[in-house]
């Protein structure tokens, strides 16, 4: 909405429903402690003088409203006003809608390129797990090989134990990476990316209920019977969804850019444990 119709909106609202909210609420809170004040002569008083304090700010948010209500000639300028914005608002934000539209269904597509991904990356943790499971048969079958050596104190078997338990060191640390690691793309996250998509979509039927909002208050700035609490009603609706397009637009890139760094990280992050397993040596006699 326009920066001068919200504050002309601001002025016409603020005080005067200040005056009516405080006084009504003081006036109840007076009237309410005279009909317990039989027994109390102070609190008699001091139960008029809240009702009348607060019956007087009433008034005078009454009388004040009536006042800054705007009149015909800046009604009727306001109207144009906002009538002229309209005019490049009301376009902008159809194609804006669209546009959401358009990326909303891009990453729905991508949904099952994700989801194998995921599959894949799944299947690339499994035979990790087969690999390591094999190393550690393969270094129990050599410690059983060297027993002999290795249950000697010679200086060879000495060196054999230093070189067995530095073997297993490694691999338990490789275990340990390995599940973290297959932590880190779960289907969880594929789950959280459906859920979003979902929320987004709603999100965006309510912005089609927007394209109905602007037309309406199209038609109230043309109208010469329209009031002032027409259009601010209006105004309102429009604000609402002219802010929902924002936050639509911002969970669309986030949700963008967030799957997009996962996926990336998940494939670093395997990379860089093959390449860890390459040079972990554990079988090598």
Excluded at 206 to 222: F, S, T, V
Excluded at 225 to 253: F, G, M, S
Aim: proline share 2%; hydrophobic share 40%; with cysteine.
């Amino acid at each position: 909405m326009d920066s001068k119709a919200k504050d002309e909106i601001k002025k016409y609202l603020s005080f005067p429903m200040v005056l009516i909210g405080s006084g009504s609420f003081v006036g109840v809170i007076g009237w309410l402690g005279l009909a317990q004040a039989a027994e109390s002569i102070l609190f008699f008083v001091g139960s008029m003088l809240l009702s009348f304090s607060g019956s007087m700010a009433t008034l005078c948010g009454l009388m004040s409203l009536e006042r800054t209500a705007p009149s015909p000639t800046k009604l009727r300028n306001l109207k144009f006003e906002i009538s002229k914005n309209l005019k490049i608002q009301y376009p902008s934000y159809i194609l804006k809608v669209e546009k959401l539209k358009q990326k909303h269904q891009e990453l729905h597509g991508k949904f099952p390129e994700f989801r194998n991904f995921c599959d894949e990356f799944k299947k690339d943790i499994r035979n990790l797990r087969s690999m390591l499971r094999d190393l550690e048969k393969q270094l129990q079958e050599n410690l059983r090989n060297h027993a002999p050596i290795i249950d000697n104190d010679s200086a060879d078997g000495i060196a054999k134990k230093i070189l067995w338990s530095e073997k297993q060191i490694q691999l338990t640390e490789l275990n340990e990476a390995l599940e973290k690691l297959s932590g880190f793309f779960t289907g969880a996250n594929l789950e959280q990316y459906r859920v979003e998509l979902i929320h987004i979509n709603g999100g965006l039927a309510q912005l089609d209920q927007g394209i109905k909002y602007y037309r309406e208050l199209m038609i109230l700035c043309n109208r010469s019977d329209t009031n002032y609490d027409n259009i601010n009603n209006a105004k309102q609706k429009v604000d609402k969804v002219d802010n929902l397009i924002i936050l639509q637009e911002k969970r669309l890139q986030e949700l963008e850019i967030e799957i997009d760094t996962k996926c990336e990280e998940a494939k670093m992050e395997l990379s860089l444990f093959k390449q860890q397993l390459d040079d972990s040596q554990i079988d090598s006699e």
